[in-house]
């Protein structure tokens, strides 16, 4: 006796996401405006702190924004925050972000 | 994997790059914090904003309609097994047949998109809730429920992004509506216990959607540290609802009692309350009220930080005690209200967990409070042995009648606030069997 045969389907929803671009990298980090941005957890605060004391020891002129100007990226209004990023970035003068922190 | 890495594909940037932190913060001293940060992270830093990432292409898969597998009932769930479809227990076949039994019980297109969801950025149509629907063991008349529990999971307000956090938190659904007993879902003894398909196939449903449509998988962008099983889904004894004058559970979502309707929500885990005893509400109240206080932990960065009135607790009360505070004459809503004046813990304690133990930025209190951000009721005065509630107002309780018949007991959840906030939706077109369309 054969077993039954059966041809199942693809269970998977369609991808939406299509491949975008990143932004262009900067020539050096001197004179530049780094903004911070966070989601309030691991210690973030503590970690951008360090990296600004050493960023600014190794490329003179660096400028940052702190985390606060933006607000919480992972907390109950998450999604006006991240909506208004980019907004807020190039008021603020930003030429890079760094946002953290994962684990 | 990082989490960033895991997540970055299904947002489009399959090669951004990511700046390691040596360890886990949470368990470094300052120093040494320090030390990782300049080791370690500042160089990545440095050449993810100096250096452009190599492009990275995103593979291709199926068409939603290819058949991906033909072979015997073991056959096809290996096959889902290895290509990670699959939960661990075996699933039925996603047969075309199938699939269009149960779209026989919907009038949307089986195209229709409900929704979009990440991680993985893919969208849920009508067809791949049917093709799931069929996998977990769900009946063809289950379809809008299936299609109601998708929409809920869609809802931003949901969040069902956050569906593979730290705590592993799993969903909870809780039904309402003559949909319970036309379609055979427990509503009594062991309602949380697997063994009535309508439950426990439904439940078994959201976790496999959460798989194959949001894309949380183990190992990758689910970073559960433990994690849950799925929930089987809770049904309220909507008879004992009406004869104690209380309101059934979507009634607090803004639907009639009667309608068809259920709701979604996460949580961390829960507890059963035993021998909850008195002959008054006011004898049960004290009982009541510390376990729900005792469920509440690091939680609370869901009433005060993180998030900010996001803290909903569930209570499931069985039919007796509820009944009993019925018979004190006292509302829901009156139920609410005392368990809100109870159910507190001393300020002191509050901001301990969330500055001390969990090393949260600066959540204090009185600060919070002056800046505008929480209600006084937090910082009614400096004294750090006041009592402060764990929520913000009564309504925030959620409170569901279920469960034996018989038992003097109650069931408290512990929620995982805006990473799981509760949705409820209609559920639209439910037939019996056989009355499929068409």
Redesign the interface.
């Not at chain 1, 262009?24 to 980090?29: A, E």
């Not at chain 1, 309030?40 to 210690?43: K, P, W």
């Not at chain 2, 930080?305 to 996001?310: K, M, N, R, S």
């Given at each position: 006796m054969t077993?039954?045969?059966?041809?199942?389907?693809?269970?998977?929803?369609?991808?939406?996401?299509?491949?975008?671009p990143?932004a262009?990298?900067?020539?050096?980090?001197e004179g530049k405006t780094?903004a911070w941005v966070w989601d309030?957890?691991?210690?973030g605060?503590?970690?951008f702190e360090?990296?600004e004391k050493?960023?600014a020891a190794?490329y003179p002129g660096v400028k940052f924004l702190h985390w606060d100007l933006f607000g919480?990226t992972?907390?109950?209004d998450?999604?006006n925050v991240v909506a208004n990023l980019p907004q807020k970035l190039r008021e603020l003068g930003a030429d890079?972000v760094?946002s953290g922190?994962?684990? | 994997m990082?989490?960033?890495k895991a997540a970055s594909?299904?947002?489009?940037?399959?090669?951004?790059a990511?700046?390691p932190?040596r360890g886990?913060?949470?368990l470094q001293s300052?120093e040494a914090?320090?030390q990782n940060?300049?080791e370690l992270?500042?160089n990545g830093?440095?050449d993810n904003?100096?250096?452009?990432?190599a492009a990275?292409?995103?593979g291709g898969?199926?068409?939603?309609?290819?058949?991906?597998?033909?072979?015997?009932?073991?056959e096809?769930n290996e096959?889902?097994l290895a290509h990670q479809?699959s939960d661990g227990l075996p699933v039925v076949?996603?047969?075309?047949e199938k699939?269009e039994a149960f779209l026989k019980y919907t009038d949307r297109k089986a195209d229709e998109v409900i929704g979009?969801?990440l991680p993985?950025?893919?969208?849920?149509?009508v067809w791949?809730v049917a093709?799931?629907g069929v996998?977990a063991g769900c009946r063809p008349e289950y379809m809008p429920v299936l299609v109601a529990a998708v929409e809920a999971m869609a809802d931003?307000a949901y969040g069902v992004e956050h569906s593979g956090n730290?705590p592993g938190g799993d969903n909870l659904i809780i039904l309402n509506g003559p949909v319970i007993k036309e379609l055979g879902f427990n509503y009594t003894q062991g309602v949380m216990r697997d063994g009535f398909q309508a439950n426990t196939s439904v439940g078994r449903f959201w976790r496999?959607c959460l798989r194959?449509?949001a894309?949380f998988l183990p190992h990758g962008n689910d970073?559960a540290t433990f994690g849950n099983t799925w929930r089987v889904v809770v049904a309220e004894n909507e008879d004992v609802v009406k004869k104690i004058g209380w309101t059934p559970n979507c009634a607090d979502y803004g639907f009639a009692a009667g309608s068809n309707a259920l709701s979604v929500g996460r949580y961390t885990g829960g507890n059963h309350i035993s021998s909850v005893s008195g002959a008054k509400p006011e004898d049960l109240m004290p009982y009541i009220a510390d376990a729900v206080v005792r469920q509440y932990s690091w939680q609370l960065m869901?009433s005060v930080?993180?998030?900010?009135?996001?803290l909903r607790p569930l209570l499931l009360l069985s039919p007796i005690i509820a009944e009993t505070i019925a018979g004190g004459g006292w509302s829901k809503q009156k139920f609410r209200e005392e368990l809100f004046a109870q159910a507190r813990m001393p300020a002191r304690r509050f901001e301990q967990i969330l500055r001390d133990w969990t090393?949260?930025?600066t959540w204090n209190l009185k600060e919070e409070h002056e800046a505008g951000r929480i209600p006084k009721i937090f910082h009614e005065s400096d004294d750090p042995e006041r009592l402060v509630p764990v929520v913000w107002k009564p309504a925030d309780f959620q409170v569901v009648v279920t469960g034996d018949l018989g038992r003097n007991s109650i069931y408290v959840f512990a929620h995982n606030?805006?990473l799981g906030f509760p949705v409820c939706k209609e559920i639209k077109g439910a037939k019996t069997a056989g009355v499929a369309r068409g």
């Open positions: 077993d039954r045969q059966y041809a199942a389907l693809w269970p998977r929803g369609p991808r939406q996401a299509k491949v975008k990143l262009k990298r900067l020539d050096t980090l780094i309030y957890v691991f210690r605060n503590e970690v360090q990296l050493s960023l190794k919480n992972h907390g109950s998450e999604r890079a760094v922190m994962g684990c | 990082t989490l960033a594909q299904g947002l489009g940037f399959p090669n951004i990511v700046a932190v886990h913060p949470g300052k914090l320090q940060v300049r992270t500042l830093v440095i904003l100096l250096t452009m990432p990275k292409a995103v898969e199926p068409g939603v309609r290819d058949i991906v597998c033909t072979g015997s009932f073991e096809v096959y889902f479809l076949p996603p047969t075309v699939v979009v969801m993985d950025n893919r969208a849920a149509t791949s093709v799931n996998m931003h730290t496999l194959n449509i894309g970073k869901f930080g993180q998030g900010y009135d996001t090393q949260k930025p606030g805006v």
